[in-house]
């Protein structure tokens, strides 16, 4: 009986503080959540929105259009196009070497090119959309836009694209365009530039690449977990290039290279204004189609390109380095009238060759010419009267002469690469191999033969300067570049270089001379005659020498193999007693200047008339 009346626990409290205990636990736990929950969702919402959105928001850049390229009457060049491209973002695509094998089979384009164009994106540029297919047509761009579903990562987009409407034309003067490689990203130059971005590699592209290529744009677009455009968030319009005007007339252009293609001659032509300094033609031969760099050249072509002999990536009109043969002739005559040992009427007897200790020189005329004067001496082109003058002047007087008209110096064209040419002096030959120089030298030098060596740009400035009374203006190519709105940011005008400082009686009579050279019954240049409009031409024909030949030896180059032939030049103003072109053409292992080159002056100094006499027409 009092075991079973004291059966029952004591009440000490003890349960109902451990139940205190462990609700104000769970309590606390619970304030401490929703606390936390209030922070986040209330204090914090906005910053932690903000971070969702910029997990959730795709950068993709928008590439500038370059700006133009335009002739002296605004016809376009080289223009920009709208372009389809491929792109992949590393971060959002599960499987990118399957997705790369998709894309290559969709396009058509070459595995290995994709991939290479894939390249190894690491840190940022995970993040970054990845071009991998460029300059897609629309059946391309239509194959992978319908597989978009199901290809995470991929995305299209329209970019611009380089276009040289008229292909190899002008090639060597306008450039071309390549991607910026990474040591030149790594120089502070290129600093705003990126992977995959394109500069300008040669000629007007690479010379104003800053001014042609703008300001890229950007987008950012909301997308959602696989890469699917949701909305767009910002734009960021991108600025297109400023314009570029050249002095370039491109009609004469192609009357320059169609003459050269037309013969498959490789060469170079220069024409430019006397008056100015402008540069109407800058043509070079053979040549290349610089479309073929604008979306990546094939490594195949550019191997070929660099391999081949003929050097079609040289421009020969500023690079190429060549004897000027008889077109050198005013230099000593300018000389022998300027020192007095020769006057107007001064006369010397040419037989057919001229001995020099126990070496017989030949004239070109194997019976020779006579007696001849300055004048004569110039219209038939007699080697041994300017032997004979070069003689008495010596090498540094000639050198002097060449000198005071520019040549062997830069002209100072913009375009860069440009070769300085050679004028010989006695020290040049003590610098160079330490002999001495001797009088058989100097007999070579006087008609163009021997050390010297011309650019065609360098003949037709100095000629320019005979033509205009010897002012040398610096040559250039650059007429002004203008915004996209037509702004005027930097005109060029025309730059004296110096003045060649031959009195105006030597420069009448050297003019008469080579105005005799295309008028005259014997003048060497004959093919200039009957131009339209009954206009005359002056100008001077040259042959010079590949191979050396034997004392004695004559050898007609028309039997020699073609890469022992001589080189045909031929230079001319017009009209003669107003110049406003002058030409300059050289022909590698043409022959004979008054039969190879002078046709195809001739057809640039046609075209120049009829385009002028056109346009006073019109007026």
Known sequence: MNRLTSSAPPSDGTVERRLRGISLLVVSVW?????????????????????????????????????????????????????FEVLVV???????????????????????????????????????????????????????EARLWALGGVLTQVSPVRGYRFGASAAHLLGWLGEVSPEQLREKEFQS??????????????LLDSDLRGRPGGRNLLVDAHGKELDLLSLVEPQPGRNVVLTIDHQLQLAAETALDREQKMGAVVALDPRTGEVLALASR?????????????????????????????NRALQGQYPPGSTYKVVTAIGGLEEKLVDPHTEVYCGGSFRLGRRTYRCWKKEGHGSVNV???????????????????????????????????????????????????????QLRDGTQ????????????QGANLWTPLQLATSYAAI??????????????IEEPDGTVVRAVEP?????????????????????????????????????????????????????????????????????????????????????????????????HGGSAAAPVAREVVVRFLELEQGMYAGN
């Open 193 to 206: 530039y990126r992977l995959g971005d394109v500069i300008g590699r040669g000629g007007i592209e690479r």
């Open 90 to 144: 590393p971060h959002e695509t599960e499987d990118v070497p399957a997705t790369l094998t998709r894309i290559s089979g969709l396009t058509g384009r070459d595995l290995e090119a994709v991939r290479k164009s894939y390249g190894t994106p690491r840190g940022r540029a995970r993040f970054q959309p990845q071009r991998v297919a460029h300059d897609l047509d629309r059946d391309a761009l239509a194959s992978v």
């Open 375 to 429: 004048h004569k001496a110039l219209v038939q082109s007699c080697d041994v009267y300017f032997y004979k003058l070069g003689l008495e002047l010596g090498v540094n007087r000639l050198a002097y002469y060449a000198r005071a008209l520019g040549l062997g110096s830069r002209t100072g064209i913009e375009l860069g690469g440009e070769m300085p040419g050679l004028v010989p002096t006695k020290e040049w030959r």
């Open 495 to 591: 730059e004296v270089m110096g003045d060649a400082a031959i009195s105006a009686q030597t420069l009448a009579i050297v003019r008469s001379g080579l105005s005799g050279v295309v008028n005259e019954p014997h003048g060497t240049g004959g093919v200039m005659r009957n131009l339209p409009g009954g206009v005359l031409a002056a100008g001077k024909t040259g042959t010079a020498q590949v191979v050396g030949m034997a004392a004695g030896e004559r050898v007609d180059s028309e039997d020699l193999a073609r890469q022992h032939r001589d080189h045909a030049w031929f230079v001319t103003y017009a009209p003669a007693d107003d110049p406003r072109i002058v030409v300059a053409v050289l022909i590698e292992h043409g022959g």
């Open 286 to 314: 053979p040549a290349f189609d610089p479309n073929g760099f604008a979306t990546g050249i094939d490594p195949e072509v550019w191997r070929g390109l660099t391999g081949d002999p003929h050097k079609p990536l040289m």
């Open 467 to 480: 033509a205009n009374g010897g002012t040398r203006y610096k040559a250039h190519i650059l007429s002004r």
């Open 31 to 83: 304030m401490l959540l929703l606390t936390r929950l209030f922070y986040l969702q209330v204090v914090q919402g906005d910053v932690y929105k903000v971070s969702a959105e910029r997990n959730s928001v795709r950068t993709q850049r928008v590439q500038a259009p370059r700006g133009a390229v335009l002739d002296r009457n605004f016809e376009a060049l080289v223009d920009s196009r709208p372009a």
């Open 437 to 448: 120089w001797v009088e058989g030298d100097t007999v070579s030098v006087s008609i163009g």
